[in-house]
């Protein structure tokens, strides 16, 4: 990290969350956001001004697990919109990568957060992929592409969050979340 880019970050640096350790790793990481609703649009915006380093926005996206495979070569974390690509998270299992999944609805915005783990050289890359799910291309998209790109930045900078679920139902009604697996 340059001293341009220590001013630049000053304030998430300023963050426990992050501080300067945090924020290097940050800029020196490569994030492949996958999607093309404004959700996947409105994350490569946050994590371009949150100081990634790189930010792949890949105009089409691999249609089977091998292909999923090469595309997430050398990248450090995915954040997909939509829960319909699981040929995406068995390549993600392969490699051990963490990854956030978003998806906003007229009724709600959920986000599934998987953090880092050790490679599953056996994890399933054809299982086959469910029907998508439509984002609503309003205020929900938008407010899950955001909380999906503070996520991302948060698993960048500490790498020690657990497995999660959030629910933000729309209508003011109460939260959910919930931590993932062994606890």
Known sequence: MTTDDALRYA??????????????????????VAGGDLAAETVVRYLEAGGVGTVIAPAALPADGAGWLATLDGVDLVVRSGF???AMLGAAARLGLPVVVVRATSDFVD???FPRRAPAPDASLEVPSRHATPTDRGAAAVLAGTLAAAEALTSLARGDAPARHLRLPLDGGAPLAQQIGPR
Do not use: F, H, K, T
């Open 11 to 32: 304030r998430q640096i300023a963050l426990p969350e992050i501080g300067p350790d945090g924020q290097a790793r940050i800029c020196a990481a490569r994030v492949l």
């Open 84 to 86: 319909d690509d699981d």
């Open 111 to 113: 986000l599934v957060s």
